[in-house]
């Protein structure tokens, strides 16, 4: 069986990006999702995690991605869900699930990503949590990314593969407990998610979210992480890598740099992108993005 892999980012929708990956001067009719499509496989929808999105969202996303028929999309859980202290009813799974549906009835939702802060270690309590999630949102496929290594036990992991639940593979910055680097597949569908390693900010309790972010991968540390790919990708049928580095598209960069690494082909990036960040040259082709696609 064919093994897919797809590289994508976390998000699509920056202010910092423009004159980098968007022009500053957008034609009429300029699409960020369309250009994000033309040299990614995968975005991330972050905008889930902090509320449902609507249905008509959904349905537009899925019209600009048209031309692109690989092209995939993830969405990070509701905070609601994954957050709060408090437990939620059934309707506000049904309310998140609606946003969801057309995505997966076209055929392009790759999974949603429950996303877990650093406090959330293994717990009764949160186990509990956890087991809730998988039976609400059953009808979709799951990740779960867990970044506390308290997680990291055989039995949870045994648990996972039960009940069909992915397991995230991340790289963020290395504090006590922190989760490891790893290449754990727990079900048909691999996942890496790249953060960045700003150590100086990670836990820094006043920080921007997009100081957290702000670094851009060596092309060693990337290299790095091709061995660990291709552990998950023979393990998994498909494999998402996710970069959430996006402050001032980094994570586009870093995005970009594996995917040469994996295909061994050039790929195609915004002039301004290669100017912003002139160590992307041997891995791609500049394109003006106004004229090869608008």
Known sequence: MK??????????QYPDWEGI?????????????LLIASMLDAVEVNASYYGPFSVNSSRK???IVQPFPEFRFSAKLWQRFTHAKESWGDQEVLIFQRGLDPLLDAGRLGCILCQFPWSFRESEDNFARLKKI?????????????????????????????NAVGFANIDQPLFH??????????????????HGRNYQTWFKQD????????????????????????????????????ANNHFQGKGVAGALMLKFMWTKKKQAAPKS??????????????????????
């Open 3 to 12: 093994k897919t892999v797809r590289f994508g980012i976390a998000g699509w």
């Open 21 to 33: 990956v968007y022009p500053k001067k957008k034609p009429k009719g300029f699409e960020p999702l």
């Open 61 to 63: 996303w899925v019209r």
């Open 134 to 162: 998988a039976h609400d949102f059953k009808k979709f496929p799951l990740m779960v990314e867990l970044r506390h290594q308290s997680w990291k036990k055989d039995w949870f992991l045994d648990w996972l593969r039960e």
């Open 177 to 194: 407990d922190s989760m490891p680097r790893t290449e754990i597949s727990t079900s048909q569908l691999g996942y890496a998610r790249l």
């Open 207 to 242: 920080a921007e979210s997009w100081e957290r972010y702000d670094y851009l991968y060596s092309e060693q540390e990337l290299v790095e992480w091709i061995p660990r790919l291709q552990k998950i990708a023979q393990n998994s049928e498909q494999l998402f890598v996710i």
């Open 273 to 294: 992108l290669l100017q912003k960040y002139p160590e992307l040259k041997p891995f791609c082709e500049p394109v003006e993005a106004q004229k090869e696609l608008f």
